[in-house]
């Protein structure tokens, strides 16, 4: 991580914080009367996500899943997160090599007090060990009201490619990279994809 994307604070909004990336939209023509289970909106959110995932991930690659969960010092945060992974997970033992570490709450101007942390919890595995489509699928019902759904923040590092994915919920995702080459295919491909507010800025990292 440190490596590739140096001084990167892996947070939200990731396309703001690199210099190179891809801002892309997941659903479209939203509508309230849209949230029900195999709308056409949801269905198409799904598709993208996964569409996008695969895209930049092939099965047999090594990543980094990190996931956030935020401790407001209110004893809900269990530490055996475990449990996050688990139903994602086609073998088990894979789970043994899960990392968990305390880190200072990612927003700390949301954290007067200075009482909030993050743990995060990182799982090095083949693309393949995953369910990563109900994973997806999960991540963007966060907004939706519908389950199973996971509302902490999960990020995909890419060791090979050296990429960073993160869907950040229904509305869309960032791709970021370490040069524009590794994931020009990407910009090519999706380019109807790129989320319109920051098309500018995009094409000016790939002209």
């Known amino acids: 991580m440190n490596e590739n994307f140096p001084n990167l604070n892996l947070r939200p909004p990731l396309f703001y914080n690199w210099e190179i990336g891809?801002?892309?939209e997941l659903g479209v023509e939203w509508d309230r009367e849209y949230h029900y289970e195999n709308s056409p909106y949801v269905l198409g959110v799904y598709k993208r996500a996964v569409t996008m995932f695969?895209?930049?991930h092939s099965q047999d690659e090594e990543i980094f899943v990190v996931v956030d969960v935020n401790d407001f010092g209110d004893g809900k945060t269990y530490k055996h997160k475990a449990r996050?992974?688990?139903p994602y997970i086609y073998e088990k033992s894979i789970l043994y090599k899960l990392k968990h570490t305390e880190i200072p709450y990612i927003f700390p101007e949301d954290d007067e007090h200075g009482k909030y942390k993050t743990h995060r919890f990182t799982l090095e595995c083949k693309v393949s060990d995953m369910k990563y489509i109900p994973l997806l699928k999960a991540v963007c019902n966060q907004d939706l009201g519908m389950q199973p759904s996971i509302f902490h923040r999960i990020y995909f590092l890419n060791i090979?490619?050296?990429t960073i994915f993160h869907v950040?919920?229904?509305r869309g995702c960032d791709l970021l990279a370490t040069s524009p080459e590794s994931i020009r295919d990407v910009y090519n491909t999706?380019?109807?994809w790129i989320l319109d507010y920051d098309k500018d800025e995009?094409?000016?990292v790939f002209k």
């Open 54 to 56: 695969e895209s930049v």
């Open 168 to 170: 950040y919920d229904d």
């Open 190 to 192: 999706y380019n109807d």
């Open 160 to 162: 090979k490619r050296k």
């Open 22 to 24: 891809i801002r892309f």
């Open 202 to 204: 995009i094409d000016k």
């Open 84 to 86: 996050i992974f688990s």
